[in-house]
């Protein structure tokens, strides 16, 4: 028994003497989990937070009665026994409650805590850049900013009114005309933050303050026209601000002020909060999936290929944007391939917009269209449609930066393209006629409709194509006549050229023959190598004072010459005369390659040095864009 009791000391007394201290060393991955862990990433307060609550010995009290803490540390603040340190903690401790119970008092009041943190009354008060709760301060606002004023179908609905917290109230202003964006009000208010994407190879954000959002606009005509650029589909990226002036001195009382704001990043980037220029927090890739999730245009491409067949809807043909006409910006018009959409173009326009210099020099235009259409009419649509807003925008006011247009086509796009920049005589006519034009017999319609698809002059706003993997000499899938037969059965024209095969291959039938047309030619009939019309095309140079670059991709080969995209020969797809010619390793749907990306966004920079004589900068307060100021040379 003695010896018992005696082991039983000894065993409490090397205990009372073991080390307090233990140092080990942890992976860096193990180390740095830890330190960044916090309520939005782990489900439990950071570090930092948890450092406060036991200086102010509220650490077992946040684990029994998490409110009681939040208020005595509120306590402290009004006292002014607590500092930023504590700001910051009582935003992560309002957000941890809010994310529990998704109570919307707490998340305002984790916004408001969350800003004065940031923005406190003495700006030299405020945290160092450098310090990681600056940012997690910025997550945390625009998240509890966000959920705060979302309403049940999961819209935030900024408005002006008073709203409760936890520990009083804060009246808002707002003003409604901040939802006006061009001729349209923004609805539909939706966080982005929280969206996952997938299918977009790159995701671009910028850090900054406010929630980000994408808006729907809705015509304040009431309607979306025909010839708008921007359609029911398209999303607008925008920040929802809450601004507090002076929140440190606010926060003493039960009762505050504030206001809100909604900035469209598309016309404005950054705001001026105090006497600092602040970044507005975006996520314009997130944005760019929903407009492409709202129209579901890869669920169309084949639609956009058959045209009106059976139980088949069809597309229109459509100018589109990401925005509405930008005075100052050069245009940029994609122009998808066949059974193909813009959805095709989604990871290169959202790597190029990533570009501040692209940003603010361009507008991005996108061309749709039903693609088994014969190729020379599908052209003549695209030039019609420029050539519209060209003149709508133009007349207004004279704007240089539409006479320097840029067009990009991929594929059958890449002929579409072609066909702004050319002067065709009367070649294309000579193909199916043996009779000058102006002496056959043809109706008013059927004669103006040839003259301008047939008869291509190039367009004079048109100072650049692009072609990628196009095939200038034809496609040689497009060369078996089974498949030109199948396409043909299954492809149906629009009625007006219909029409004019009617009445084209009637006088080809008749005792007077001097037509030689069977029947109304489908794209792939256009784009058999053996086609006297792609022969000609091809024969065709670009017209002089118009630039063009070629990307042709070619697979994994080591001739080059001899080689092809799996759809494309390099033979077809190289033409004599354009200023640069780049070769990528790739199959035909290249538009997200790196290296075709990084082409484009080469020639554009390029493009805009031999263009910026020509321009001049728009009116600072046009519709509050930012001025054209690009330093290409960056």
């Known amino acids: 028994m003695r010896v018992t009791t005696l082991f039983l000391a000894i065993a409490l007394l090397a205990s009372a003497c073991a080390a307090p201290l233990r140092v080990e060393r942890v992976k860096p991955s193990d180390f740095y989990r830890e330190q960044v862990s916090n309520a939005l990433s782990s489900g439990d307060v950071s570090e930092f937070t948890r450092i406060v609550l036991r200086q102010h010995d509220l650490l077992d009290k946040y684990e029994e009665e998490p409110d009681q803490a939040i208020a005595t540390l509120r306590e402290s603040v009004i006292q002014g026994s607590g500092g930023q340190d504590e700001i910051f903690a009582l935003a992560e401790l309002s957000l941890y409650r809010a994310l529990r119970d998704d109570n919307k008092p707490n998340y305002l009041a984790a916004a408001i805590y969350a800003y004065t943190f940031v923005f406190p009354d003495d700006p030299r008060q405020a945290a160092n850049a450098l310090d990681p709760r600056t940012r997690l301060a910025c997550d945390i606002y625009q998240l509890s900013l966000a959920e705060a004023l979302e309403d049940k179908a999961d819209h935030v609905v900024p408005q002006a009114g008073t709203f409760t917290l936890p520990f009083g109230a804060i009246d808002l202003a707002f003003d409604a005309n901040a939802l ?102 975006a996520d314009p890739t997130a944005v760019l999936a929903t407009t492409l999730a709202a129209a579901r245009p890869w669920t169309s491409e084949l639609t956009s290929f058959l045209g009106n067949a059976v139980n088949v809807k069809t597309r229109p043909t459509l100018l589109r944007a990401m925005q509405p006409y930008q005075r100052g910006k050069i245009p940029v018009v994609f122009v998808h391939g066949t059974a193909s959409s813009i959805f095709r173009w989604a990871d290169m326009a959202n790597d190029l917009l990533d570009d501040e210099r692209i940003r603010a020099a361009y507008q991005f235009w996108f061309f749709t269209y039903d693609s088994g259409n014969p190729i020379a009419y599908s052209a003549y649509r695209l030039r019609t449609l420029l050539s519209q807003q060209v003149q709508r925008y133009s007349s207004e006011a004279p704007d240089p930066a539409l006479d320097q247009m840029v067009v990009i086509g991929h594929s059958q796009g890449g002929l579409l393209t072609k066909m702004t920049a050319i002067d065709s005589g009367d070649r294309f006519w000579k193909n199916i006629s043996s ?30 194509v692009i072609f990628v993997c196009t095939p200038h000499r034809g496609s040689f899938l497009a060369g078996p006549q089974i498949v030109r037969r199948l396409v043909y059965r299954l492809v149906r024209l629009p009625a007006d050229v219909v029409g004019v095969g009617a009445e084209l291959t009637g006088l080809s039938s008749g005792q007077d023959r001097y037509l030689s047309l069977e029947r109304m030619p489908t794209s792939i009939d256009n784009m058999d190598p053996s086609n006297r019309f792609i022969r000609t095309l091809a024969e065709i140079p670009i017209a002089p004072g118009i630039k063009a670059n070629s990307i042709i991709a070619v697979q994994q080969t080591e001739d080059i010459e001899h080689g092809d995209d799996g759809v494309v020969k390099y033979q077809s797809a190289h033409i004599d005369g354009v200023e640069s010619e780049l070769v990528v390793h790739d199959s035909h749907s290249t538009q997200a390659n790196p290296h075709t990306v990084a082409e484009v966004r080469r020639i554009l920079l390029e493009h805009l040095k031999w263009v910026q004589p020509n321009l001049a900068p728009p009116p600072s307060d046009q519709q509050g864009q930012l001025p054209l100021k690009v330093d290409v040379a960056k």
């Open 180 to 281: 006006v964006w061009h001729d349209y009000r923004l609805v539909d208010l939706t966080p982005v933050g929280q969206l996952r994407v997938e299918g977009m190879r790159n995701r671009y954000r910028t850090a900054g303050i406010g929630a980000a959002l994408s808006a729907r606009p809705e015509p304040l005509k009431g309607r979306y026209e025909d010839d708008d650029l921007v359609g029911p589909n398209i999303r607008v990226p925008v920040t929802l601000v809450l601004r507090i002036e002076h929140p440190e001195r606010q926060l003493v009382t039960a009762s505050l002020v504030g206001s809100l704001e909604v900035h469209a990043t598309t016309n404005e980037e950054t705001v001026r909060i105090d006497d600092r220029t602040v970044p507005l927090e």
């Open 435 to 464: 009779k000058p034009f102006d002496e056959v017999n043809l109706s008013p319609q059927t004669r103006e409709l040839l003259s301008q698809a047939l008869f291509v002059k190039p367009l004079p706003f048109v100072k650049r």
